[in-house]
């Protein structure tokens, strides 16, 4: 779950990381008043979870009241790469010295947190990584150990900060592990951390990824959920408790399993057509589960045709054929189906959508089968 | 021969007293598992169709030689169980339990490598099926017959549709190994392709990954350096955006990094054939082996 810059700040705060003071807004009249509160020059800043918004315009110092309604009014609402500003936030802001780069992210290949620090603040970290990787310094921490302050002060003295904020900048580095491990995030990534002309380390910005699987030992953090930046479709699957992805072709896709179900949209996309989303019904797929992800299938109207790729496990066929039936009853789609029934009870399933004789729906006994025929539906539409 | 169960595998089941711990522990004895113990903890004492049932790992190991384990539990409760499995003594834990939280896993996984007596295959996984010896998890045991190809993949479904199209290819398998969807999982590809380039009766290895991560990388490095038996690979994902959680928690493309394409890519500049499809994984074995 990606948290949006103030709210990365605010857990940034409970944890002792310096960050400057501000506050959200939704509308013009609040941002004003968060403008006020803080003082001026103040930044006010869109909140979308996508970088570079700086350049793009969704950045801009105020040094007036006139001023932060002007740039507020321009901000909000305003699309930043597909993205709606639906929120701002105001802080004070900040004189710059240096800017430098820290992050905590979590390396599946080691198996291990890894820190990071560069004196190169400021940019794009993957493209310093590539073109400069000896700017930034890392090393992995032992998660039973724990973060150490002489790995604090090693990374430091190895990124070459500014001699004067060698251990401050260490500080910084074991609260924002602290952070990681807290609030048991994937990510934590600031990028300006920067140093003040009175030799302040702080937090300009934020991004926090926090583990979606953790949220029941983090109450206060499940309410974070950006919803704004949400899919329509997306958010109605996961309300449904349906693991769904939108994507942008036509042909609607069911699958059971996440593997089988990327499998699915690759073997639709080999065989000439566009997945429209990516649907994992489970790996028990019951009746009212696919009738409701028949549903958000259909909900996007670019659909014109669907696959369903059951591969039966614990997964019974027969259950996913009623599940069909059910909501065919209940929803009449305008668009065709392809039904690929295999595995546990695959023969009772065929049998039990050839007796329904559903309209527009084709069953078919192959992966590769069902994809070509969905594909030539889709193109037929 | 087969890789990691088999006859003498003695299973204690964590959570058997649940719907599913129960449901998958039955199945798992009536194909020939030996099913020796359940533990829940307050429930010590009962049994589950005949299996004992005990407070503890500790008891299970001590009154029935429980060798192996499969935790079965809720996501908050399984890096515990785990834990206690592995302090028991228990040298193979298969953890099916989707959903735990990635630091526990980070705990969990750097607390068993540290003691180096467990091997944990998963969480998030269906298990383990050597056919006509032992199945340990929910994997349909039915569609697999005992052959000469091993298996090992991070997906559940995707492995069953693989191993059927095998299966109408005239082929059986050795072993099949699922390690799981998760960002850590337990046991990577090269540890069992490792396993499977030692076994007898395996004479062909397939490989199932996904987007995310790298281990699909680390095992074609490890093929070209280690492995002499032919190994075909699969891919899911190449549709995949980045960005976005493809149902497994550990199937992200994060960036640039962990694309299919890149892991294929990786695999066959060591010489590693990889399917584009279910159905070409298939063809390539038939080509290989030739049956």
């Known amino acids: 779950m990606d948290l949006l810059e103030y709210q990365g700040k605010q857990l940034f705060a409970r944890h002792g990381v310096p960050v400057p003071t501000g506050q959200p807004a939704r509308t013009v009249e609040d941002a004003v008043a968060a403008a006020e509160a803080v003082g001026y020059p103040?930044?006010?800043?869109?909140?979308?979870?996508?970088?570079?918004?700086?350049?793009?315009?969704g950045i801009k110092i105020a040094n007036t009241r006139a001023e932060a309604e002007e740039h507020s009014r321009a901000i909000l609402g305003m699309d930043i790469r597909g993205l709606t500003v639906h929120e701002l936030w105001i802080e004070g802001a900040s004189q710059i010295d240096a800017e430098y780069y820290a992050s905590v992210v979590f390396d599946r290949s080691a198996k291990a947190p890894l820190v990071m620090l560069s004196t190169k603040g400021g940019m794009d970290i993957e493209q310093v990584a590539d073109e400069d990787p000896d700017a930034i310094a890392t090393l992995h921490v032992d998660p039973l150990l724990g973060f150490q302050d002489f790995q604090g002060r090693r990374l430091a003295y190895e990124a070459g900060v500014a001699a004067d904020v060698v251990r401050p900048v260490g500080a910084m580095l074991a609260k924002l592990y602290d952070v990681f491990v807290s609030e048991e995030a994937t990510l934590v990534e600031v990028n300006p951390l920067i140093i003040t002309p009175e030799r302040e380390v702080k937090a300009l910005d934020a991004k926090v990824t926090l583990d979606g699987n953790a949220l029941f030992r983090h109450a206060d953090n499940a309410d974070l959920r950006d919803l704004s930046a949400e899919d329509p479709q997306e958010r109605m699957a996961k309300e449904r408790g349906l693991t769904y992805v939108k994507l942008d072709g036509n042909i609607g896709v069911l699958a059971n399993g996440a593997g089988l179900s990327m499998s699915t949209l690759d073997v639709v996309a080999e065989a000439g057509g566009r997945p429209a989303n990516f649907l994992d019904a489970g790996g028990g797929s019951r009746a009212d589960a696919i009738t409701s992800a028949v549903e958000v299938i259909l909900s996007d109207d670019k659909v014109k045709a669907v696959l369903f790729n059951i591969f039966g496990g614990i997964t019974r066929c027969d259950e996913v054929a009623k599940g069909l039936i059910e909501a065919f009853k209940q929803i009449n789609p305008s668009v065709p189906f392809v039904v690929r029934l295999d595995g546990t009870n695959g023969e009772e399933g065929r049998q039990l959508l050839a007796e329904a004789s559903l309209p527009n729906v084709h069953t078919e006994s192959t992966m590769d089968g069902a994809a070509a025929k969905v594909v030539e539906l889709a193109k037929a539409a | 021969m087969s890789i990691l169960i088999d006859e003498n595998t003695r299973l204690c089941t964590s959570g058997i007293t649940g719907r599913e711990g129960t449901f998958h522990s039955l199945r798992n004895r009536e194909y020939g598992t030996q099913v020796v113990a359940g533990v829940t903890p307050g429930k010590g004492g009962q049994d589950v169709e005949g299996i004992p049932v005990f407070n503890t790992f500790h008891e299970a190991v001590a009154k029935e030689g429980a060798n192996t384990a499969m935790i079965f539990v809720p996501p908050r409760f399984a890096a515990d169980s785990i834990l206690e499995a592995e302090d028991a003594g228990i040298e193979l834990i298969i953890c099916i339990t989707e959903g735990i939280p990635a630091h526990?896993?980070?705990?969990?996984?750097?607390?068993?490598?540290?003691?180096?007596?467990?091997?944990?295959?998963g969480p998030n996984c269906p298990g383990i099926l050597s056919p006509g010896k032992a199945s340990v998890g929910i994997i349909p045991a039915s569609f697999f017959s005992q052959g000469n190809v091993g298996v090992v993949s991070r997906s559940g479904t995707l492995t069953y549709q693989i191993g059927n199209v095998l299966a109408q290819s005239g082929f059986g398998n050795s072993s099949i190994v699922g390690i799981g969807g998760d960002p850590v999982p337990g046991t990577d590809f090269i540890d069992v392709i490792g396993m499977f380039q030692e076994d007898d009766e395996t004479e062909l290895i397939v490989m199932c990954g996904e987007i995310g991560g790298d281990a699909e990388e680390q095992a074609a490095d490890f093929i070209a350096e280690h492995v002499t038996k032919p190994v075909i690979g699969y891919i899911a994902g190449f549709t995949a955006p980045p960005g976005k959680t493809m149902g497994h928690a550990g199937a992200i493309v994060s960036g640039s990094k962990g694309t299919a394409a890149a892991k294929a890519e990786a695999l066959e500049a060591k010489g590693v054939k990889v399917g584009r499809t279910p159905t070409q994984v298939a063809e390539t074995a038939v080509s290989l082996l030739g049956k």
């Open chain 2, 104 to 121: 526990d896993e980070l705990r969990v996984y750097n607390t068993l490598k540290k003691n180096g007596r467990s091997r944990l295959i």
């Open chain 1, 42 to 57: 103040c930044a006010i800043k869109a909140q979308v979870q996508i970088g570079g918004r700086g350049k793009l315009g």
